[in-house]
């Protein structure tokens, strides 16, 4: 029998092993879009509608017109206290995120020539909502003053004038680069963790013994083992990306072909890494623990999906040039937000390259055909 009889045979065994378990087509098609529907609509890092106290010791017209600014804005929700004392008390229960305060002299104060200073106090627990709510106020206060200078034929003078201009992601969606790290941390999952629970499935029932015993040599048995899983994982890559240009409506603005070509080469790496934990760990229950600790938490934390790479500490940014998913990210974001950008595309993709062939290289090197 041939080599190409030999590993077809064994590709179809597969085929009809991933059949009889629905598992494996759960962990590859209704994972993503699990995955997807939560943090595609659960979760947000767009800071809008927060709840902001208000404070006003001494209505006024000036007062009145201040506070529409925060009343019909997008970013806010006011709420109104007749004291500070009321509104800290509402601020302590988690009622609201910051107090803006107008003193008495408000009015009076803003036609001098030092201006009304306003008291803003803000809960610091979540250090990042408190600096988007201190950025969110001042522009609101900055924007009051200039119509309020232009109402009264005033020139309003500022030190300096910024224009602001947001590239790659103009409408600010958290979505737009949460859903495309998102099928990073999907293809990891679908290549580590399938590969890795269904070698070591092989040795729990018994079957791998069998399997040794046959004329199929070692690599034979490892394109054997990667090629269903790789035709797997590449649904529900297309899966993923169609619920992210369709459902979620994240532009694409490089070309697909080269988004699945850079997906080919991360979901190789990540088989390559399922099968050198499935040669370490013999036990389903142990091999999906090792995938899950070695893969997924690395590419959920350190791959820039959610934290910035940037502002890690430096030996934890070294760290993550040793995690996969990091350069994968890189790709996906690009070719998602910014284009066809060789020069982030190029580097990326001969990373992915160098620890496919590190991986599959280390997986081939500790399988050799024997029980011990």
Known sequence: MSSRMRLRGLVRKEFLQIVRDPSSIAIAFLMPLFLLLLFGYGVS???????LGIVVEQPSADTADFTAAFRHSTYFIPHDY???RAAEQAMMAGRINAILVLRQDFAQRLRDNDGAPIQLIVNGVDANT??????YVQ???????????????????VPVDMQQRVWFNSELRSRNYLVPGLVAVIMTLIGALLTALVMAREWERGTMEALLVTPLSMREVIVGKLLPYF??????????????LYLFEVP???SLWVLFAASALFLVAALGMGLLISTVARSQFVAGQLAIIATFLPAFILSGFIFDIGSMPPVVQFVTHLIAARYYVAIL???????NDWSVIVPNALALVAMAVVFLGLTWKKSRKRLE
């Open 45 to 51: 890092l767009d800071s809008k509608h927060l709840p």
């Open 82 to 84: 007749a004291t500070t």
């Open 130 to 135: 408190a600096r988007i709510v201190s950025g």
């Open 139 to 157: 522009g609101s206060w900055g924007i009051w003053l200039q119509h309020y200078a232009q109402q009264r034929g005033q020139e309003f003078q």
């Open 231 to 244: 035709i797997l994982g590449m649904g529900g890559l297309a899966l993923s990306v169609a619920m992210a």
């Open 252 to 254: 694409l603005r490089g």
């Open 333 to 339: 974001q690009t070719v998602f937000l910014a284009g």
